[in-house]
């Protein structure tokens, strides 16, 4: 398999409390990305990382965060969840900005009740 | 911002047909990458086939061809004998020379039928 994986696959929340999705990958890719999955608009880009500690936002960045203080390792954290944060989210990696296009995790299905 | 538009929210085909997903996006940039990605029901998203923008040859993958037409920045999806196993979600996706980023379609949503 791809050599990326993302953790959990499933998890139900509580609104407001806060959760952590965890993308590890073993390719030594420098560059990570979290998309979230909604119906009639595609896949929309959370955040992403060009390295070691260097991140930058995407187009719905609100109300998330994440680090990545390992080459492996991209986490990302809902800070106090919402309904409207109930999604799909993926995981991907490429080694180079993404020109060959990415790989991608399995997702993680998230729901906030 | 580039922008990417896939017109067709759902397609329905008979196996052994072929059929073609619509795409376009919206740039300013001559150099850029555009890409198909499939997403059957195991939710996994799978790399179909890649196109760049600076190369006049379209891109081909077995069963899967595109039409590249830079200058009306359309980029639409042939799929050929179409299986039972290519009913999936199709996201069309751009990304530019200095964007480090892809940028998705809403997807269409392709059903063969036996």
């Known amino acids: 398999d791809a050599g990326i994986t993302q953790s959990p696959r499933h998890k139900v929340t509580e609104t407001g409390t806060p959760v952590t999705l965890r993308c590890h990958q073993t390719?030594?890719?420098?560059?990570m990305y979290w998309y979230r999955q909604d119906p009639g608009h595609g896949l929309r880009l959370i955040h992403y990382s060009y390295g070691v500690k260097d991140t930058d936002k995407g187009e719905v960045s609100d109300g998330y965060s994440v680090s990545r203080s390992k080459t492996e390792d991209f986490l990302l954290t809902l800070e106090s969840a919402t309904s409207s944060q109930t999604s799909v989210y993926f995981c991907?990696?490429?080694?180079?900005?993404?020109?060959?296009?990415?790989?991608f995790g399995s997702g993680t299905r998230l729901t906030v009740v | 911002a580039q922008t990417v538009t896939q017109s067709q929210p759902e397609m329905s085909v008979q196996e052994a047909e072929t059929v073609t997903l619509s795409c376009t996006y919206d740039?300013?940039?001559?150099?850029?990458?555009l890409f198909w990605y499939k997403q059957p029901p195991s939710r996994q998203m799978i790399l179909v086939i890649r196109?760049?923008?600076?190369?006049?040859q379209n891109a081909t993958e077995n069963r899967f061809s595109v039409n590249f037409q830079k200058a009306a920045k359309s980029f639409s999806l042939k799929i050929s004998d179409s299986q039972l196993g290519d009913t999936a979600m199709y996201f069309c996706?751009?990304?530019?020379?200095?964007?480090?980023?892809?940028?998705f379609g809403q997807g269409t949503r392709l059903t063969i039928n036996p």
């Open positions: 390719e030594n890719h420098r560059y």
């Open positions: 991907a990696i490429s080694p180079s900005q993404g020109w060959d296009g990415y790989t």
């Open positions: 740039t300013s940039e001559s150099n850029y990458y």
């Open positions: 196109q760049e923008a600076y190369k006049q």
């Open positions: 996706a751009f990304n530019g020379r200095g964007a480090q980023k892809l940028v």
